[in-house]
């Protein structure tokens, strides 16, 4: 296909006559409440040395090219409630060498999840290079993940019964993940001044959540991949539906490239099947089922390089016969990196939150679960096998039997249970705001994106005044990992005057 890019900026006044339409507890412009946070320039040496410290910058160390500092903070687990305990949130700040003590503007990164920690650079490469040239970068662990309080399988271990993990886990959304931000920008820039922030995927949810209750904090925003949906309590239903359509396309899109692998999955699902329990063990304990097996879409169809790492992958899928009649058995390989390709042991914010994201003053009762079942045979990896079509690979879609097969999830299944029916979820996001916003914005929003619908994200982009959107299908969701260097470089283009709107 050849490459389609345009530029342009939205006019909201369509927007301006939607938000008549939208349900009244998004149409009250809304605060997220908040008691003021005291800088350390605030603190006075008595008071100082009587509280510990909320921030602890660590010394200046190298990789290639770049300097970076480690900053860890106290902050509220409920920025809305003056008794909260504190927890970590840890930050680090890069510069390119040599410039430790320069006067540089902010910019913040927040990464895609939920529940997935911020890179850690090895040299000077990618966007961090790109922007390094002119800006200090503050790479955020999110609550939860990295070394911001990391919620693992283990730690949650220590909070009983399943119902107080889910009051805990409900302060891990954006709203806290924003104040996190302004806590740290009032702490770490000097006089407070706003910062410009990059948010890819789900950090650009959160970016989104940032215009609509903290826009005094920011300069300007990037967005790669990361416009959600707005309009409605819970909006799951229609972001699945959207996906499974684009899910559909990128399965037709894979095996027209590699017709063989239809045979080869096949082979796989009827080894599986016909397993004692349906499935067979992973190294972890975990099983490998035939649903489980579709999985491998969330990152082989989805990404840059995708179709060709799961193609290797399946090339390595059975063990070889090395004595004559040996039963046929998957190989370990293949499980192994089954397993590391989910992640779920070592992330479970990703699967016990990801849907509650698209929550606000409503549940999702499991909602992608729910339009699989829609699809009828379609996605059935058994009858598409005995009717010899082809296997259709899931995306980025959390089911309920992740909590049964997949071994470090298995001890948080009742409180996953209760995330999805858990109504009274705070909003995340301002629609009034958001057609009033004043902040300049830059989105990159990607014509072919399997995780956040190339639809949806216009829709939402009518609704934020003055976005200045990039559509384009050079690049996947990853577009910022692939091509980082250029897609920085453009949306700054865009934010400067730099790239035409037509």
Request: one cysteine or more.
């Amino acid at each position: 296909m050849a490459v389609v890019t345009s530029c342009f900026r939205c006019v909201t006044a369509a927007a301006l006559t939607l938000h008549q339409h939208q349900p009244a507890f998004l149409a009250v412009r809304l605060r997220l409440p908040r008691r003021p946070i005291p800088t350390n320039r605030a603190m006075s040496s008595s008071s100082a040395a009587s509280v510990a410290s909320p921030h602890q910058a660590g010394a200046w160390y190298v990789v290639p090219d770049l300097s970076l500092r480690d900053h860890r903070f106290a902050v509220p687990l409920d920025h809305a409630s003056s008794g909260s305990p504190s927890i970590t949130v840890f930050a680090r700040e890069v510069v390119a060498a040599g410039k430790e003590e320069a006067t540089l503007p902010y910019l913040m990164y927040l990464q895609g999840g939920p529940g997935f920690e911020s890179p850690r650079p090895t040299e000077a490469s990618g966007w961090v290079k790109k922007a390094c040239e002119e800006y200090r970068v503050v790479l955020l662990d999110q609550r939860g993940t990295g070394l911001s309080t990391p919620l693992t399988t283990s730690s949650l271990s220590q909070i009983t019964p399943a119902a107080e993990q889910v009051e805990y886990l409900k302060h891990f959304r954006a709203d806290n993940i924003v104040m996190d931000a302004e806590f740290i920008r009032l702490h770490l820039v000097p006089d407070g001044k706003p910062w410009t922030i990059l948010g890819q995927s789900y950090g650009g949810f959160c970016a989104v959540t940032y215009l609509s209750f903290a826009p005094e904090g920011l300069k300007s925003v990037l967005l790669t991949g990361g416009l959600p949906p707005l309009g409605k309590p819970c909006t799951a239903d229609n972001v699945y539906r959207a996906c499974f359509k684009q899910v559909q396309l990128q399965n037709e899109k894979y095996y027209k490239r590699y017709p063989e692998d239809i045979q080869v999955i096949h082979e796989v699902v009827r080894y599986l099947s016909e397993s004692e329990g349906g499935g067979v063990l992973l190294p972890s304990g975990g099983r490998l089922t035939p649903k489980m097996l579709q999985c491998l879409g969330l990152s082989g169809l989805g990404s840059g390089g995708g179709f060709e790492r799961l193609h290797y992958l399946l090339e390595r899928v059975w063990d070889p016969i090395l004595v004559p009649g040996a039963k046929k058995n998957i190989s370990y390989y293949f499980l192994k990196e089954f397993e590391m390709w989910l992640g779920f042991d070592q992330n479970p914010l990703y699967a016990l939150l990801h849907e509650s994201i698209y929550c606000e003053g409503s549940s999702s009762k499991w909602s992608a679960n729910k339009i699989f079942s829609e699809y009828g045979n379609l996605f059935d990896p058994v009858k598409s096998t005995d009717e010899g079509r082809p296997v259709y690979l899931t995306g980025e879609m959390v089911f309920p039997c992740f909590f049964d097969e997949i071994h470090a999830l298995r001890p948080l299944k009742e409180a996953a249970h209760l995330l999805a029916e858990k109504e009274d979820w705070p909003p995340l996001y301002d629609i009034s705001m958001l057609n009033n916003n004043k902040v300049p914005v830059a989105a990159a929003v990607y014509y072919e994106d399997m995780y956040v619908n190339f639809n949806i994200a216009k829709e939402t982009a009518s609704q934020i005044a003055g976005i200045r959107l990039w559509v384009t299908n050079e690049y996947m969701h990853s577009g910022l990992r692939d091509g980082g260097s250029h897609v920085f470089e453009h949306l700054m283009g865009l934010l400067k005057g730099k790239k035409p709107l037509f």
